[in-house]
């Protein structure tokens, strides 16, 4: 059974940081893309960023490149989320996710098959 377990949310100052982990379970990161997206309250989702499997490539959405690293630790079975300058906009439930297909083109596309439950990030003064 695949699970996915997100931890490291919480509140921060506008240009804080956080970062992120997602243990894995059921399944091997190895050779696996996995990401993340995120939602906040009325507003849709969105593929916020994804690593590839095959050969570690990454992609981001726009509002976040710069700013955010996703990497992995396939010995550990985590992958992570550095998330820097945070600002306000950032605020939302993130999960860790794996994309549809396994292909990492649907990362932001939001088109996902597995996610975790989620955590709070909250980004205010």
């Known amino acids: 059974q695949v699970q996915l377990v997100e931890s490291g949310g919480g509140l921060v100052q506008p240009g804080g940081s956080l970062r992120l982990s997602c243990a894995a379970s059921?399944?091997?990161?190895?050779?696996?893309?996995i990401g993340w997206f995120r939602q906040a309250p009325g507003k849709e989702r969105e593929g916020v960023s994804c690593?590839?499997?095959?050969?570690?490539?990454?992609n981001y959405a726009d509002s976040v490149k710069g700013r955010f690293t996703i990497s992995r630790d396939n010995a550990k079975n985590l992958v992570y989320l550095q998330m820097n300058s945070l600002k306000p906009e950032d605020t939302a439930v993130y999960y860790c996710?794996?994309?549809?297909?396994?292909?990492?083109?649907?990362?932001?596309?939001?088109?996902?098959?597995?996610w975790g439950q989620g955590t709070q990030v909250t980004v205010s003064s």
């Open positions: 996710a794996t994309p549809l297909y396994g292909m990492i083109e649907y990362c932001l596309k939001n088109e996902f098959r597995y």
């Open positions: 059921g399944f091997t990161l190895d050779y696996k893309t």
């Open positions: 690593i590839s499997g095959s050969d570690g490539s990454t």
